[in-house]
């Protein structure tokens, strides 16, 4: 298959809103992939199967090489010199990929070295969001949706479920299982507005605590620690590797969150605790787990078992003191307490679960509700204007943008300075310039990288952006490195937070 049809439909998907044709493009294109589906689907997605393979946005942009007049480029081809640069090291290696690089981009036309510079950059956002591209593959293997969904659920692998759905169909689909060492889609949580509107039938209330979300896979000895992103952080979280293989079950898989705390017990700031994810991180600096579910317990599976079940299995498997604080079942006075407790102890609110609910991995749905006394939304940062007065030379007020749930480029919703520190504005004026779409006398327009957390007294209509909404009296909390634009808050969660009309 030639690049340039890949070219195409990612050019046809970004052209339009509906969520219909983009179906219908990308699995037009799926149909005809054949061997080369999991390439594709890669390429479609902005994930190749290589990952990052060692060349920066300086090397591309630093290439200048005059495009190819027609297209004869193959997927095949683009892959196997991915797959050469990725292998390239040692001395001499970038010269190698800039070599290789080279040669890939003077055999592309215009249209393909724009689009292999974003792929490579990881800033292709022409719409192929995983939701859209599961509906795409279920349509182009003529398979239940659902089966899909599923089989990408327990596998995380976006390329293998589309590979699987087309060469195989539901049986191959049906195959798939949790496996101890690979992550599964984080189940994540609603906004909610109140206690009493959450504390709807049989419930648990959770502390919602100010860490990092981590998956811990536990086969004897063997362990392994994930992000909410499936990023693998084992060797930078040693304590908690050490602490995970003295857990009572033999093999398990958990749901949690880690986070660094003073002496006092309250939590350190979130940056702190992600400072710890890195390849260099500061161990003195030590993290302590919270587990909140269980969806393995030695050699059961439990993702389809209610949060009961699980609930019971979780304090089987790591005992009582590593469960996330909370009450089971409370009646209205000890939830309210349960909140108390946990804003007391400087966390966030709490996140209010169905004890019926099943794991829905991947999926953001009503059945777990996290209700918090600030309203916050993790918002992209499409620009950040020059500072004046004290500001003069720093990067400052921020526009911000919510993610299109079709797929589109983020909708702008609004600006803010308020809430950056002079240690912020310092970062934002160094960070930012490395994302740099364009700039004007004004701004830096960035590509769609960066996720902050804003808090917000409320949304109000407006005219005045293209979403039709505008937050009000928005102040920035903090940046989310755990989090990328795919997973920002829609402008529908935007809207949904508009005053319902009296009257």
């Known amino acids: 298959m030639l690049l340039a049809d890949v070219v195409r439909t990612s ?93 890939l981009f003077g055999a592309a036309t215009v249209a393909e070295q724009r689009f292999l510079m974003h792929l490579l950059t990881g800033e292709l956002r022409q719409g192929a969001l995983e939701g859209v591209m599961l509906d795409a593959v279920a349509a182009a293997a003529e398979v239940d949706k659902e089966a899909v969904r599923r089989a990408f659920m327990l596998s995380g692998r976006l390329a293998a479920t589309a590979e699987a759905a087309l060469h195989g169909g539901t049986e191959a689909l049906a195959r798939f299982g949790l496996e101890i060492g690979r992550p599964i889609r984080p189940m994540l949580a609603s906004p909610g507005d109140t206690l009493d509107e959450a504390l709807t039938g049989s419930v648990v209330v959770e502390y ?91 050699g059961q599976d439990l993702v ?26 409370p009646t209205r006075e ?75 480029p983020p909708i702008m919703v609004g600006k803010t300075f308020k809430g950056l520190t002079d240690e912020l504005l310092a970062w934002q004026t160094q960070e930012f310039p490395k994302y740099e779409d364009h700039r004007s006398d004004w701004a830096v327009h960035l590509r769609p990288h960066l996720v902050v957390e804003i808090a917000l007294d409320g949304v109000q209509v407006s005219s005045r952006y293209p979403g039709g909404v505008a937050l009000r009296f928005a102040r920035v909390v903090r940046y989310r490195p755990d989090k990328e634009p795919p997973e920002a808050d829609t402008i529908d969660t935007v809207r949904a937070m508009l005053p319902t009309p009296t009257a």
Not at 30 to 52: C, E, I, N, S
Not at 79 to 91: I, L
Not at 240 to 269: F, I, K
Not at 368 to 382: A, E, G, Q, S
């Open 304 to 329: 389809d078992a209610p949060l009961r079940e699980r609930n019971a299995a979780l304090h089987k498997a790591v005992g009582d003191a590593l469960v996330i604080p909370g009450a089971l079942e």
């Open 11 to 103: 050019a046809a998907v970004s052209a339009t809103r509906s969520r219909l044709a983009k179906v219908e493009a990308l699995s037009g294109l799926l149909r005809r992939a054949g061997d080369h589906v999991r390439t594709v689907v890669g390429f479609l997605a902005g994930t190749p199967r290589q990952g990052r393979i060692g060349a920066g946005w300086r090397t591309l942009v630093e290439l200048d090489v005059k495009p190819a007049d027609t297209p004869s480029l193959t997927v095949e081809r683009v892959d196997q010199v991915f797959d050469e640069v990725a292998r390239t090291s040692g001395k001499g290696s970038a010269q190698r990929r800039t070599e290789l690089l080279g040669t």
């Open 334 to 408: 000890e939830a309210e307490a349960v909140l108390a407790r946990a804003l007391d102890q400087g966390h966030e609110g709490v996140v209010v679960k169905e004890l019926d609910s099943t794991y829905q991995a991947g999926r953001r749905g009503k059945a777990w509700r996290k209700i918090k006394p600030v309203h916050t939304l993790d918002l992209v940062v499409l620009a950040a204007e020059w500072g004046h007065g004290r500001r003069t030379g720093y990067l400052s007020n921020l526009h911000l943008g919510a993610r299109d749930p079709d797929g589109g």
């Open 208 to 298: 919602k605590l100010d860490g990092a979300r981590i998956q811990v896979h536990k086969d004897g000895p063997d362990v392994h620690i994930f992000t909410r992103t499936l990023r693998e952080i084992t060797k930078s979280v040693p304590e908690l590797v050490e602490l995970v293989r003295n857990l009572p079950a033999e093999r398990t898989v958990l749901d949690g969150e880690t986070l660094a705390l003073n002496d006092d017990g309250r939590p350190r700031p979130f940056q702190e605790t992600m400072s710890r994810f890195g390849a260099t991180s500061e161990r003195e600096l030590l993290l302590h787990p919270y587990f909140f579910d269980c969806v393995h317990l030695d």
